[in-house]
């Protein structure tokens, strides 16, 4: 079976795959300096519970936009599962093209985003990722990986609202029942979910006009379906496309040789 581990600003996400099927999705906060036995004491049992062992595990994949948090997952890898975790980055055998100017600087999960869309949608296509950056990127009809457009996420934007202007509140997002706002926190939900809206529009119609293709819209992330709701640009929510992509890469490279770590 394959441990793919999703490691996001936010979360960090845990699933098992065992050739036909997901067996299991579990999420932990992201700390960079959470121990690999730390996590192995929460994993574990949640494996236990979804009654899997540790040695059903016979391959480990990381994608990660957090190096800090790369050492403890790798120890995580070799000291409790024996694998030498395949870490997905530009080097590795993606099977497309990566036609930006600076490959090695392109985050592992929209490459993983990239490769999974393309493998179940076919292309020309955008990825568009509600994580916290809202990321939108561009892939080819052959595959290739295309660059893209990265802006504040949701909740990002939303603390900073409420972090720089002393008598507004912190408020959860949501989709108002209407555009004007009647109080201070209907008019910061309005501004928040149709201000975003405006932006995917904007930024979608943007690109269909620059690449001049019939671009299919793919979303992924946690806020995927509720703004998915307020517009027609978003074609397909998949909220599994980034552990896909690790199960793909994984696919189509050999697991590394095991180094033992002290």
Known sequence: MLLAVDAGNTNVVFAVHDGSE????????????????EYAVWLLALLQFSGLKPTDVDRCAIGTVVPAALYNLRR???????CEPLVARAAVDWGFEIRV????????????????????????????????????????TDGAYLGGVIAPGVNLS???????????PRIGIGRPQAVVGRDTVAAMQSGIYWGYVGMIEGIIGRIR?????????IATGGLAPLFAEGTAVIDRIDPDITLEGLRLLAERNSAPNLTRTG
């Open 76 to 82: 995580l890898c070799r000291e409790w599962f024996a």
């Open 209 to 217: 006009g620059e690449q001049e293709a019939a671009l299919k819209v």
């Open 101 to 140: 100017d600076r490959p090695q600087e392109v985050g592992a999960d929209r490459l993983l985003n990239s490769l999974a869309a393309h493998h179940h949608y076919g292309g020309p296509l955008v990825v568009i990722d509600f994580g916290t950056a809202t990321t939108f990127d561009v892939v080819d």
């Open 22 to 37: 997901w067996r299991g999705r579990w999420r932990i906060a992201t700390r960079p300096d959470r121990t690999s036995d």
């Open 158 to 168: 939303l603390e900073a609202l409420h972090q720089a202007a002393a008598r507004l």
